[in-house]
T-cell receptor, first 112, second 110 residues
Framework: DGGITQSPKYLFRKEGQNVTLSCEQN?????MYWYRQDPGQGLRLIYY???????QKGDIAEGYSVSREKKESFPLTVTSAQKNPTAFYLC???????????FGDGTRLSIL | EDQVTQSPEALRLQEGESSSLNCSYT??????LFWYRQDPGKGPEFLFT???AGEEKEKERLKATLTKKESFLHITAPKPEDSATYLC???????????FGTGTKLQVIP
């Protein structure tokens, strides 16, 4: 079955540590996205990529980094510069213009 | 700036009690409006896309409609398994970027 796989499901970060969240899709979608979801808030866009080797900052990119070396993969690194990383992180992908985004099942990141 | 407002924030229905969820939006050049269902601890599941005013889509007990300023998600004779948070999102302008509302949390009681 085609879909989006996020791993791990739960992740814990220590002070000063960078952590990387994995996102893989087999939908042959060009565009991929990372969102952060906090209680009572809508999904907020961190980064998005419309094509391999290209990505743009979203609304809350500070303290995060991404890469897009393969069409299928869009990993997100939460750096130590992100002072409030505890959240539910969602990865999504979509086809061309105005096609709906399809989501993975998320990674919940907590601070130790 | 694109804005999406969903109401109510929470809705509690008896099984079989039909109702509607509202999504009001302010955008320049709507390209698409999307409805999603999200269960606790899961990613949003795509339900519908609406592209132009007057368009309607149906799936089982759900029906989505669109006007120039808002969209409604009508739930007919809901069942407990319809309990979830329903998210509305809009895509506008020339970008892939999508703006999400904060959702309506629906609880259907047997």
């Amino acid at each position: 079955d085609g879909g989006i796989t996020q791993s791990p499901k739960y992740l814990f970060r220590k002070e000063g540590q960078n952590v990387t969240l994995s996102c893989e899709q087999n939908l042959n979608h060009d565009a991929m996205y990372w969102y952060r979801q906090d209680p009572g808030q809508g999904l907020r866009l961190i980064y998005y990529s419309q094509i391999v080797n290209d990505f743009q900052k979203g609304d809350i990119a500070e303290g995060y980094s991404v890469s897009r070396e393969k069409k299928e993969s869009f990993p997100l690194t939460v750096t130590s510069a992100q002072k409030n990383p505890t959240a539910f992180y969602l990865c999504a992908s979509s086809g061309r213009d105005s096609q709906p985004q399809h989501f993975g099942d998320g990674t919940r990141l907590s601070i130790l | 700036e694109d804005q999406v407002t969903q109401s109510p924030e929470a809705l509690r229905l008896q099984e079989g009690e039909s109702s509607s969820l509202n999504c009001s939006y302010t955008v320049s050049g709507l390209r698409g409006l999307f409805w999603y269902r999200q269960d606790p601890g899961k990613g949003p599941e795509f339900l519908f896309t609406l592209y132009s005013a007057g368009e309607e889509k149906e799936k089982e007990r759900l029906k989505a409609t669109l006007t120039k300023k808002e969209s409604f998600l009508h739930i007919t004779a809901p069942k407990p398994e319809d309990s979830a948070t329903y998210l509305c999102a809009v895509q506008a302008g020339g970008y892939q970027k999508v703006t999400f509302g904060t959702g309506t949390k629906l609880q259907v009681i047997p």
